[in-house]
């Protein structure tokens, strides 16, 4: 009787999840098809690279320009193809988060972690927006769940169960590196928890690991192969984006900016409560795993904000196993004690979920464009009719480029009739455009040049055109304050100019 009323209990606890993540993501396809925002300029860039497939791409694997191609294959060249994969990606992820946590702990446990990975506004923007995230941080959350069950295989007698998870998670590893590269933080991670484990060192001496890597560089070596015939220049950008070049230097700005995102991104309370539990359970078998593949992460990020600036969702891989303690935590103070620190954890999960729902809807907040982070999300349709109209307009054949990829992104997804469009060197680092052709041969070609606020046309643009006429078109919110300015400029009759090449990544 007691088995049964348990086994109820447990099948309520995870309709509640499935209920919860199913009535998420049924909202989430809503908001996208209703949604106030256009596409972000990584989201249209990503688009770009999904109309010219290749083993890889000038800063990304090549994994995010496929999804979208499959998207926009099913659903059109719409937000909607475009983002499909976001709402699919976050329902699994919090899935197989849950299959996690309820393998180390609980039902519970594995319950909380799922839903609460949907409203931290580090992860639930990735519900929505599709960016390299949102798959990496699904096969990181796969790769877990298939790590956890090839250790706990080990002890069984099944070699052929034991072997298969390992390629499983090989796959896995491979098929997140080309999302995103930092996936390879997998390896770092499972190798010290394996060498700081005596229960799982011996397992550095058997072959299935190995097996696992192989698999993994295996299905890396598109992107490995793209880079040997063109200059290496993922590397090239990566050095850049990690400021290798920059040499030892200590940027205390740039440390406190990025532990202020890291407030900003989990929110302060969830955040304190993440760390406290990592090192609450941490001298357990079960903690110690979650230690291993959080804390190395995100010591490595500050440290890195000590030399430069990081973005703050690049720990974002760390916070994962973080959510497993926190729910572990949620679960013992919930369910087996009675504490004060009830209240404390469901403020700071009401705090999370309040952040997340006015992100959905800034708009409520009425902040002034310049507080407002969302902005960059605002305008590109609009700006897209404007330059339809003018090309439209101009006689003969037509080109449109930018001295920013953004904008050329942009301008190819929503300028009617979808165009190639081209990104000029203006004193910028090199971007994928400059792998592309370009549009040099476009001899006595018309063309709409468009700049990001209300500046000048470069004279050698203006000199490589017989006549250049400037419209300047203004993006303004609902409430008509002022977003952002465009310079557009109708450029006649190209006569050619030189190429300028990009000299840094």
Request: glycine fraction near 6%; aromatic fraction near 20%; proline fraction near 4%.
């Amino acid at each position: 009787m007691q088995t049964t009323k348990s086994n109820y209990k447990e099948k309520s606890y995870i309709t509640i999840l499935f209920a919860f993540i199913t009535a998420l993501s049924l909202f989430r396809i809503y908001y996208i098809l209703n949604c106030p925002f256009d596409l972000s300029p990584d989201e249209a860039h990503y688009w770009e690279w999904s109309r010219r497939l290749d083993l890889s791409y000038y800063s990304k694997g090549p994994l995010i320009a496929y999804l979208i191609y499959i998207g926009t294959a099913l659903f059109g060249d719409t937000v909607f193809g475009v983002r499909f994969f976001a709402v699919v990606f976050s329902f699994l992820s919090s899935f197989f988060l849950f299959l996690i946590g309820k393998e180390l702990y609980d039902i519970k446990t594995g319950v909380i972690a799922g839903i609460i990975f949907q409203i931290i506004p580090l992860f639930s923007v990735y519900g929505v927006l599709f960016t390299i995230d949102s798959p990496f941080i699904f096969f990181w959350i796969l790769s877990l769940f298939l790590f956890l069950k090839s250790l706990n295989s080990c002890t069984a007698s099944d070699k052929s169960v034991n072997i298969t998870l390992w390629i499983l998670l090989g796959i896995s590893i491979g098929i997140g590196l080309l999302a995103k590269y930092s996936m390879a933080f997998f390896y770092i991670c499972a190798f010290l928890y394996m060498i700081l484990n005596k229960e799982k060192r011996e397992l550095l001496f058997t072959k299935e690991p190995y097996i696992s890597f192989l698999i993994s560089i295996l299905l890396f070596s598109p992107v490995i192969l793209w880079n040997a015939k063109n200059n290496w220049v993922t590397l090239r950008h990566t050095a850049g984006q990690a400021h290798a070049y920059d040499g030892l230097q200590f940027q205390f700005k740039d440390l406190i900016e990025f532990i202020g995102s890291q407030f900003g991104v989990i929110t302060p309370l969830l955040l304190i409560i993440i760390f406290y539990s990592l090192f609450l359970f941490r001298k357990k078998e079960q903690g110690n795993f979650l230690f291993w593949f959080s804390i190395p992460i995100l010591v490595f990020f500050v440290l890195k904000s000590i030399q430069g600036k990081v973005q703050g969702n690049w720990p974002m891989p760390g916070y994962i196993t973080g959510l497993i303690a926190f729910s572990k935590f949620s679960v013992e103070q919930f369910f087996y004690r009675k504490s004060w620190l009830k209240i404390t954890i469901v403020l700071a999960i009401l705090i999370s979920f309040t952040i997340t729902a006015f992100a959905h809807y800034p708009f409520l907040l009425n902040l002034p464009p310049k507080n407002d982070p969302s902005v960059r999300l605002y305008g590109w349709n609009a700006l897209g009719k404007k330059v339809s109209e003018l090309y439209k307009e101009l006689p003969g054949p037509v080109f449109i480029f930018s001295d920013k990829y953004q904008i050329s992104s942009e301008l190819a997804f929503y300028v009617e009739g979808k165009p190639f469009t081209y990104c000029i060197n203006i004193d910028r680092r090199m971007n994928q455009y400059d792998i592309w052709p370009d549009f040099h041969n476009f001899i006595h070609y018309n063309a709409i040049f468009v700049r990001s606020g209300d500046v000048s046309i470069p004279d050698d643009v203006r000199k490589a055109f017989g006549k250049v006429e400037k419209n300047l078109f203004t993006i303004y919110t609902k409430n008509r304050d002022r977003i952002k300015d465009f310079s557009i400029f109708i450029c006649y009759d190209f006569k050619g100019m030189k190429e300028r090449k990009p000299d840094t990544y």
